[in-house]
Nanobody, 118 residues
Framework: QVQLVESGGGLVQPGGSLRLSCAASRIIFSTYHMGWYRQAPGKQRDLVARITTTGRTNYEESVKGRFTISRDNAKNTVYLQMNSLKPEDTAVYYC????????????WGQGTQVTVSS
C-alpha cells in the first residue's frame, strides 16, 4: 500500500511562510505526477499545485507567484513552499499521487493543517 506522510503545517501569521513536505513510499516515485490540494471547512478539495514526472508545474490562480512546488526524486519527496500567506490560504493541505494515465489522484496523504491568522 502506498504511503504518503505530510509534514510542515502549522499556525503562521499573515505574510509568513511555511514549507510542506510529503514523503512517499512503496511507489516508484519518479514515475508519478505529484500534487498538493487543499480543503477549507465547508468547501470542496481543490488543486493548489501539481508537478509532473518531467518537472512541469501548474498552479491554482490565487497562489501563483507565492507558492512553489518541487520534487526530489532521490528522496521520494514533494514540497510546497508557501510564501506571503494569507488568511484565505487556511485549509487542510493534502498530498496526492497520480499515475500519468489516471484522470484523478490515485492516492492521498492524511492531510496537514495550515492556519494563517494573527
Amino acid at each position: 500500500q502506498v504511503q504518503l506522510v505530510e509534514s510542515g503545517g502549522g499556525l503562521v501569521q499573515p505574510g509568513g511562510s511555511l514549507r510542506l513536505s510529503c514523503a512517499a513510499s512503496r511507489i516508484i516515485f519518479s514515475t508519478y505526477h505529484m500534487g498538493w490540494y487543499r480543503q477549507a471547512p465547508g468547501k470542496q478539495r481543490d488543486l493548489v499545485a501539481r508537478i509532473t514526472t518531467t518537472g512541469r508545474t501548474n498552479y491554482e490562480e490565487s497562489v501563483k507567484g507565492r507558492f512553489t512546488i518541487s520534487r526530489d526524486n532521490a528522496k521520494n519527496t514533494v514540497y510546497l513552499q508557501m510564501n506571503s500567506l494569507k488568511p484565505e490560504d487556511t485549509a487542510v493541505y493534502y498530498c496526492s499521487v497520480q499515475a500519468p494515465f489516471s484522470r484523478d489522484p490515485d492516492y492521498w496523504g492524511q492531510g496537514t493543517q495550515v492556519t494563517v491568522s494573527s
